[in-house]
């Protein structure tokens, strides 16, 4: 059934234009040179996602020429994975991740989360979140742009001057390292904390009736952090009151965090952080936030925030918290951070805070002093980043090889070495590849590669390879996921689970109880498809089931998803026809008009076309229930299309 017409107005303020190409001098394809940077490659791209950690977020990945090479969501472990196919050209890759639910918060992010993929490769760890939106927008403003060198300068600017609780993130890179079971914690307790400060700056602005977003304050942030600091004195995009207030907001959001008791919309997070770490973790997390301790960036940022309010709001209870927070030291827990800092000390940086976010700009310039003096300078040189599972087992007269994924922040050239070289392996400085072909039964112990980059060394954990002469015993692979349950009718459902298998081998999926609606991917696990009308109801006992060549398996618990049924809605689109061309000239060719929009802003995946220049109202739709962006363009005789009108937002119910 409809649910009414609703009225949005649209006014096409584009013109129609047309331009002519000359072609001088055109190569044949056959004289063209092929170089590394126009061949077209496959690159697996996967990584997590998160303020929080965020699920069902709206991702775009994109050339850096703002091509979109795929659409996709964050699943329900908060990660993703997709497959990209691009030439070398078009990296630095930019990833974008709008709206879903933060598990922390439980509604959507409070700005856009970006990231990116720096250059060519084949399989690319790309974290979304907090740390990596900074150096985005850090980047934007440096000279020469998004370029794979500049992003790995902002990184280590944005975690030297805004380190929330990194520790081995802090070496190894939060943008790009694999989040796992021993660091899921940390990258949750840093991106909440920068999160929760991104929110209290905004509000406090917002308090004092100054216009602010999620999205402003970390586009000033970014922008500011030009030279290592934020001081309100850095690039074009600075905002030097947002600085100030981030600052001492840092110190009051790190005080939280150093006890234990991060507070996410004014209440103690902790638990539900907690809570959401375990939901997204594949098995028990080797840190709870509860256990994490206080690093040095942690205690730089607080000492610099607490100095700068009591250069402009001492006070008695500030001191007192001054005095108090001279006792903390790097590497103490929780409870003991607590036993040493006064109760009130929440309660004390909010009134500081209300006086900075309300005075004067010369409160500002003070706080923002106090800051650029107490700042650490951002490092100089980092470690270069080393990673890889090598087999620890290979059978006597089959091969072996082991290349580890290696890359440099600072973009420098790595060599590699290793210790404990078995004597049938060779090695490559090169690339760290160790190859060979074992030919008696022999066990290799204490295997090290390294990775430098002339000045500093990072290493693989120290293995061990066994020659057998038979081969070892089979492991069974593991899956796990937990599938949505619920889809309206109409609407697109997907579900990926997680697999491994021990021994690396290839494995395929089966499924029982597969709706009629939907497609099931055997070497992917993916069930997907789109329910209609008629497919309303529910469909239980669903299992999926991992295999390996052996036969051995695993299965997700037997899960059900439930059909629901929606009214749908229409909505009626009004405008202005245009009548000029974008040079000024009178436009007497107009064809017609197409209307985009989707349910993500600037994300528009559906379409129509109205091939009537003479009308200037359509209605669109079979609308589901939600919110929706609509923009219209003309297009004239010739099928030459204008940009894309203001946006117009209307809600379905």
Same mark, same amino acid.
């Given at each position: 059934?409809?649910?009414?017409?609703?009225?949005?107005?649209?006014?096409?303020?584009?013109?129609?234009?047309?331009?002519?190409?000359?072609?001088?001098?055109?190569?044949?394809?056959?004289?063209?040179?092929?170089?590394?940077?126009?061949?077209?490659?496959?690159?697996?791209?996967?990584?997590?996602?998160?303020?929080?950690?965020?699920?069902?977020?709206?991702?775009r990945v994109m050339r850096n020429d703002g091509v979109v090479l795929v659409e996709l969501e964050s699943d329900a472990n908060a990660g993703y994975n997709v497959t990209i196919r691009t030439k070398g050209k078009y990296y630095p890759l930019m990833i974008d991740a709008r709206g879903g639910t933060d598990l922390v918060t439980n509604r959507a992010p409070d700005f856009v989360l970006l990231g990116a993929v720096r250059?060519?490769?084949?399989?690319?760890?790309?974290?979304?979140?907090?740390?990596?939106?900074?150096?985005?927008?850090?980047?934007?403003?440096?000279?020469?742009?998004?370029?794979?060198?500049?992003?790995?300068?902002?990184?280590?600017?944005?975690?030297?001057?805004?380190?929330?609780?990194?520790?081995?993130?802090?070496?190894?890179?939060?943008?790009?390292?694999?989040?796992?079971?021993?660091?899921?914690?940390?990258?949750?307790?840093?991106?909440?904390s920068i999160g929760e400060t991104v929110r209290r700056t905004r509000d406090l602005q917002l308090m004092f009736s100054r216009p602010s977003s999620g999205d402003t304050v970390m586009q000033s942030l970014g922008s500011d952090l030009i030279d290592g600091i934020v001081d309100g004195r850095g690039g074009p995009r600075v905002d030097a009151r947002t600085a100030a207030i981030a600052t001492v907001v840092a110190a009051q959001v790190l005080l939280e965090s150093m006890q234990a008791e991060l507070h996410v919309n004014d209440q103690d997070a902790t638990a539900v952080m907690n809570a959401a770490i375990s939901q997204v973790?594949?098995?028990?997390?080797?840190?709870?936030?509860?256990?994490?301790?206080?690093?040095?960036?942690?205690?730089?940022?607080?000492?610099?925030?607490?100095?700068?309010?009591?250069?402009?709001?001492?006070?008695?209870?500030?001191?007192?918290?001054?005095?108090?927070?001279?006792?903390?030291?790097?590497?103490?827990?929780?409870?003991?951070?607590?036993?040493?800092?006064?109760?009130?000390?929440?309660?004390?940086?909010?009134?500081?805070?209300?006086?900075?976010?309300?005075?004067?700009? !010369?409160?500002?310039?003070?706080? *923002?002093?106090?800051?650029?003096?107490?700042?650490?300078?951002?490092?100089?040189?980092?470690?270069?980043?080393?990673?890889?599972?090598?087999?620890?087992?290979?059978?006597?007269?089959?091969?072996?090889?082991?290349?580890?994924?290696?890359?440099?922040?600072?973009?420098?050239?790595?060599?590699?070495?290793?210790?404990?070289?078995?004597?049938?392996?060779?090695?490559?400085?090169?690339?760290?590849?160790?190859?060979?072909?074992?030919?008696?039964?022999?066990?290799?112990? *204490?295997?090290?590669?390294?990775?430098?980059?002339?000045?500093?060394?990072?290493?693989?954990?120290?293995?061990?390879?066994?020659?057998?002469?038979?081969?070892?015993?089979?492991?069974?692979?593991?899956?796990?996921?937990?599938?949505?349950?619920?889809?309206?009718?109409?609407?697109?459902?997907?579900?990926?689970?997680?697999?491994?298998?021990?021994? *690396?081998?290839?494995?395929?999926?089966?499924?029982?109880?597969?709706?009629? &609606?939907?497609?099931?991917?055997?070497?992917?696990?993916?069930?997907?498809?789109?329910?209609?009308?008629?497919?309303?109801?529910?469909?239980?006992?669903?299992?999926?089931?991992? !295999?390996?060549?052996?036969?051995?398996?695993?299965?997700?618990?037997?899960?059900? $998803?439930?059909?629901?049924?929606?009214?749908?809605?229409?909505?009626?689109?009004? &405008?202005?026809?245009?009548?000029? *061309?974008?040079?000024?000239?009178?436009?007497?060719?107009?064809?017609?008009?197409?209307?985009? &929009?989707?349910?993500?802003?600037?994300?528009?995946?559906?379409?129509?076309?109205?091939?009537?220049?003479? $009308?200037?109202?359509?209605?669109?739709?079979?609308?589901?229930?939600?919110?929706?962006?609509?923009?219209?363009?003309?297009?004239?005789?010739?099928?030459?299309?204008?940009?894309?009108?203001?946006?117009?937002?209307?809600?379905?119910?």
């Amino acid at each position: 059934m409809q649910a009414g017409s609703l009225s949005v107005k649209i006014r096409i303020t584009t013109s129609l234009f047309v331009t002519a190409v000359v072609l001088s001098g055109c190569l044949m394809d056959e004289e063209k040179a092929e170089t590394g940077d126009e061949l077209l490659s496959d690159n697996e791209l996967s990584g997590s996602v998160g303020d929080g950690p965020v699920i069902s977020a709206a991702m775009r990945v994109m050339r850096n020429d703002g091509v979109v090479l795929v659409e996709l969501e964050s699943d329900a472990n908060a990660g993703y994975n997709v497959t990209i196919r691009t030439k070398g050209k078009y990296y630095p890759l930019m990833i974008d991740a709008r709206g879903g639910t933060d598990l922390v918060t439980n509604r959507a992010p409070d700005f856009v989360l970006l990231g990116a993929v720096r250059q060519p490769g084949t399989k690319t760890v790309a974290n979304v979140n907090p740390i990596s939106t900074l150096a985005i927008e850090l980047t934007r403003d440096l000279p020469g742009g998004i370029t794979k060198e500049n992003l790995a300068t902002a990184e280590g600017y944005v975690v030297n001057a805004m380190n929330h609780g990194l520790t081995g993130l802090a070496t190894t890179g939060a943008m790009g390292s694999l989040i796992d079971n021993d660091n899921i914690a940390e990258v949750v307790r840093a991106s909440e904390s920068i999160g929760e400060t991104v929110r209290r700056t905004r509000d406090l602005q917002l308090m004092f009736s100054r216009p602010s977003s999620g999205d402003t304050v970390m586009q000033s942030l970014g922008s500011d952090l030009i030279d290592g600091i934020v001081d309100g004195r850095g690039g074009p995009r600075v905002d030097a009151r947002t600085a100030a207030i981030a600052t001492v907001v840092a110190a009051q959001v790190l005080l939280e965090s150093m006890q234990a008791e991060l507070h996410v919309n004014d209440q103690d997070a902790t638990a539900v952080m907690n809570a959401a770490i375990s939901q997204v973790s594949e098995s028990t997390p080797t840190t709870m936030i509860d256990e994490l301790l206080a690093t040095p960036g942690m205690l730089d940022a607080t000492r610099i925030g607490l100095d700068a309010c009591l250069a402009v709001a001492a006070s008695s209870e500030l001191q007192q918290l001054r005095d108090a927070f001279s006792g903390v030291q790097a590497g103490m827990d929780p409870m003991f951070v607590r036993s040493l800092i006064p109760d009130n000390y929440r309660q004390t940086l909010d009134a500081a805070l209300q006086s900075i976010a309300g005075g004067s700009d !010369a409160v500002v310039d003070t706080v *923002n002093d106090v800051a650029r003096d107490g700042a650490t300078p951002a490092p100089e040189n980092r470690a270069p980043n080393i990673s890889g599972t090598p087999n620890t087992s290979v059978m006597v007269g089959n091969a072996y090889t082991f290349t580890p994924d290696a890359s440099d922040p600072d973009s420098d050239t790595l060599t590699f070495s290793i210790s404990g070289q078995p004597g049938w392996a060779s090695f490559d400085m090169s690339t760290g590849e160790l190859s060979g072909t074992p030919t008696v039964e022999a066990t290799h112990n *204490n295997i090290v590669i390294s990775a430098t980059d002339g000045q500093l060394t990072s290493s693989l954990p120290a293995f061990t390879i066994t020659v057998t002469a038979t081969p070892p015993p089979n492991s069974p692979p593991t899956i796990s996921g937990t599938p949505p349950t619920q889809v309206n009718a109409n609407s697109a459902y997907s579900f990926i689970p997680t697999a491994s298998d021990p021994d *690396n081998e290839t494995l395929m999926f089966s499924i029982s109880g597969e709706p009629v &609606w939907a497609n099931f991917n055997t070497s992917t696990g993916e069930l997907s498809g789109t329910p209609t009308d008629v497919h309303v109801g529910v469909y239980s006992d669903i299992r999926i089931t991992v !295999a390996d060549p052996s036969n051995a398996t695993d299965q997700l618990n037997p899960f059900t $998803i439930t059909v629901n049924a929606v009214s749908l809605g229409s909505v009626t689109l009004n &405008w202005t026809p245009p009548t000029q *061309n974008e040079d000024g000239t009178t436009l007497t060719d107009l064809a017609g008009y197409r209307f985009y &929009w989707g349910t993500t802003p600037g994300v528009y995946t559906n379409s129509e076309t109205v091939a009537n220049p003479g $009308i200037t109202s359509h209605v669109v739709n079979n609308l589901v229930p939600g919110t929706y962006e609509f923009v219209a363009t003309s297009y004239n005789d010739s099928g030459v299309e204008s940009v894309y009108s203001n946006p117009a937002t209307k809600i379905v119910p």
